[in-house]
């Protein structure tokens, strides 16, 4: 089994609800069946049923919390398992509990637990990090090559009635701030730390290869961190007009064909109407990390973050030439609170990007994959349990 549960008949008994989770189970096979978590902090219990070895190598413990999912939003990585099995490098080899963007509602405590009480409403940053290695003692803990992270496998997601998660990455909700637009920190998180490598500010201009959910937190993003002007770019109108709307300050609609980038290059310069410091590349495809190689001005950024391609052909000479920079991003750190404060003061408006809710049943869980997969209108599927 995955870890962070036990499956299906390995189960401790707390006289509760049967907690459910939406389990991926096969290709394209999506399966509601109980998640039975372990008790918070009750490790005698578990030693002496012998279930240690079945449960999440970090075990419940005193400092956890159960959280009550309210709020999950399925992202294209969901996707990529449902269809696939397979996200990069990460491979699906037994079921595993879908979901990563995720916000509920505290139902216990553990008995260290300090700073949360029941009741309170809570966003999940969902990566549990070792705090042992190099990575996480620098204070980069999203390269820490031991972290459990949700819905990556073989670690279980949050797509279920109830977690078990620690506290210290259970983010409290203002009143003002949904507990959906608590799930999209999870995405913006993206956005925030996409900026904060490319040091974007007010003297930043903007250019954002791709429209899709990233690349339209990316906007929201670097507009929250003061850049004066975006552009965005995309092959599909309906998402140029969303991007338009949500206060891009120029769109330009370019085609998939590799040939086309040096004129599309001169159409995103007129566009910009000045010098691009930093492009982000949320696709990740040779053709839109070529033209943002080569639409960048001399000593600018290109922030790769999406990854749709695992190796490219690109012309990185010609802008090594030009002291263009290539940075990567993986996951966020320490973005949470600055999420939650963009929310909270109105400087970013996630709710626009959630385009359709669904709720909690076998049916409607294989509807909301089914319409994020096709994409079309869809930006954001929500479910809603």
Excluded at 18 to 44: H, S, Y
Excluded at 255 to 276: L, N, R, Y
Excluded at 298 to 323: I, S
Aim: aromatic share 6%; charged share 20%; glycine share 10%.
């Amino acid at each position: 089994m995955g870890k962070g549960g036990m499956s299906v008949g390995e189960e401790v008994k707390d006289g509760g609800e049967e907690n459910l989770a939406a389990w991926l189970v096969a290709i394209n096979t999506l399966k509601i069946q109980p998640f039975n978590l372990p008790p918070l902090g009750l490790l005698d219990v578990l030693h002496t049923l012998n279930l240690l070895t079945i449960c999440s190598v970090r075990e419940p413990g005193p400092h956890d919390v159960r959280v009550r999912m309210k709020a999950v939003g399925i992202c294209g990585s969901d996707v990529h398992y449902l269809k696939t099995l397979q996200c990069a490098h990460f491979v699906v080899k037994e079921p595993m509990v879908m979901g990563h963007e995720c916000a509920g509602v505290i139902e216990e405590v553990g008995n260290e637990v300090k700073s949360l009480v029941p009741g309170d409403r809570v966003a999940l940053e969902p990566g549990i990090s070792c705090w042992q290695c190099g990575y996480c003692k620098e204070g980069r803990y999203n390269l820490c090559p031991d972290m459990k992270f949700f819905a990556t496998p073989p670690v279980h997601g949050s797509l279920a009635n109830q977690v078990v998660h620690p506290a210290d990455l259970c983010f409290k909700l203002p009143d003002n701030v949904s507990l959906e637009e608590g799930a999209m920190c999870e995405p913006l998180s993206v956005g925030v730390h996409a900026c904060r490598r490319a040091n974007v500010g007010p003297e930043t201009n903007v250019l954002i290869m791709g429209a899709g959910p990233i690349g339209l937190v990316a906007l929201l993003s670097a507009r929250a961190f003061g850049a004066p002007r975006i552009v965005i770019v995309d092959v599909d109108d309906y998402r140029l007009s969303v991007a338009k709307e949500l206060g891009a300050d120029e769109i330009v609609k370019v085609s998939t064909v590799m040939q086309d980038v040096a004129e599309e290059v001169v159409k995103i310069h007129e566009a910009m109407g000045t010098g691009v410091d930093v492009t982000f590349d949320c696709a990740g495809f040779s053709k839109t990390m070529s033209t943002a190689l080569s639409a960048t001005g001399p000593g600018g950024k290109v922030c790769l973050v999406g990854m749709g391609h695992n190796e490219m052909t690109v012309p990185l000479t010609p802008a090594a030439a030009r002291e263009v920079d290539v940075i990567g991003i993986f996951r966020y750190k320490n973005t949470w609170p600055l999420c939650i404060e963009f929310l909270t003061s109105g400087k970013i408006d996630v709710k626009p990007l959630i385009t359709h809710r669904f709720g909690f049943s076998q049916k409607e869980v294989e509807e909301a994959f089914e319409t994020s997969a096709r994409g079309g209108t869809a930006i954001k599927v929500m479910f809603n349990l």
